[in-house]
């Protein structure tokens, strides 16, 4: 998951928030899962992926094993 510090705060609520919350219930639920956090990017943008791709790539691939 991510979110950005000039993420959503619309009608539907506040994603910054919302977010952070729902990492603290998967966290609380012992889910696997990774929430990244993007300084000055809002909602679906290219400064997003500029942050975060790097670390979501190696979070998927940590438990990868060869055969």
Do not use: C, P
Not at 8 to 21: A, H, K, S
């Amino acid at each position: 998951m991510e979110v950005g510090s000039n993420d959503l705060n619309n009608q539907f609520g506040d994603w910054r928030i919302q977010n952070n919350t729902f990492a603290n219930a998967l966290k609380a639920r012992g889910y696997s899962y990774q929430f990244l956090w993007s300084e000055g990017a809002g909602h679906v943008e290219g400064g997003v992926e500029r942050q975060t791709m790097l670390e979501a790539v190696e979070w998927v691939w940590k438990t990868y094993k060869a055969k």
